[in-house]
């Protein structure tokens, strides 16, 4: 089946630094990839659409210069937290739709600490 | 608007059944998704409900009404590695997730 593969799988970073996240697409091309946080005992909160070649589109109240999204092949795209602070530690997770199952294929997430 | 409404929390014996309802709104509705999330881990697919009715796949099986704005999940035969959270997604402009069942399977 699809594979997305997400790297880092953890990070831990002192506040005011940045941070690179990394979503590939393995076996299959994705034109366009999702970005979700999820904080402890909540759902999964959708923060931008990553569109390869394009600007990714961010949700209300996502703030575009803080959580830079590259997606400049059909199968990487990256977020970049800038600036991180201790109020950004959460888990990070992309996914990308395989239109062979319908699915959508989740990368295996990586939890961010700031301190 | 959007909105995903799903119990909170859920508690079966091995070996029973459960069912996991949730109700949603949303624009431009395509479809509607059950996934399986253990703690720290991301979400695994289980069902894909495009069409009214039922879709059984093994131990799952999904339900969907789209008039009602309404599905479920039901899990039979329950084992104590079914415990997690199950997340109901409407797909429509976008993927929507609800906050998700944290569903306990005890002894």
């Known amino acids: 089946g699809a594979v997305v593969s997400q790297h880092p799988s953890w990070v831990i970073c002192k506040s005011g630094t940045s941070v690179k996240i990394e979503c590939r697409s393995l076996?299959?091309?994705?034109?366009?990839m999702f970005w979700y946080r999820q904080f402890p005992k909540q759902s999964l909160m959708l923060m931008a659409t990553?569109?390869?070649?394009?600007?990714?589109?961010?949700e209300q109240g996502v703030e575009k210069d803080k959580f830079l999204i590259n997606h400049a092949s059909l199968t990487l795209s990256t977020l970049t937290v800038t600036s991180a602070h201790p109020e950004d530690s959460s888990f990070y997770i992309c996914?990308?739709?395989?239109?062979?199952?319908?699915?959508?294929?989740f990368g295996s997430g990586t939890r961010l600490t700031v301190v | 608007g959007q909105n995903i409404d799903q119990p909170t929390e859920m508690t079966a014996t091995e070996g029973a059944i459960v069912q996991i309802n949730c109700t949603y709104q949303?624009?431009?509705?395509?479809?509607l998704f059950w996934y399986q999330q253990h703690a720290g881990e991301a979400p695994t697919f289980l069902s894909y409900?495009?069409?009214?009715g039922l879709e059984e796949k093994g131990r799952f099986s999904s339900f969907l009404s789209r008039s009602k704005g309404y599905s479920y999940l039901l899990l039979k035969e329950l084992q104590m590695k079914d415990s997690a959270s199950y997340l109901c997604?409407?797909?429509?402009?976008?993927?929507?997730f609800g906050t998700g069942t944290r569903l306990q399977v005890t002894l």
């Open positions: 949303t624009s431009g509705f395509n479809g």
């Open positions: 996914s990308a739709r395989d239109r062979t199952d319908y699915g959508y294929t």
């Open positions: 990553s569109n390869e070649g394009s600007k990714a589109t961010y």
């Open positions: 409900n495009v069409l009214d």
């Open positions: 997604a409407a797909e429509g402009s976008k993927l929507t």
């Open positions: 076996d299959f091309q994705a034109t366009t």
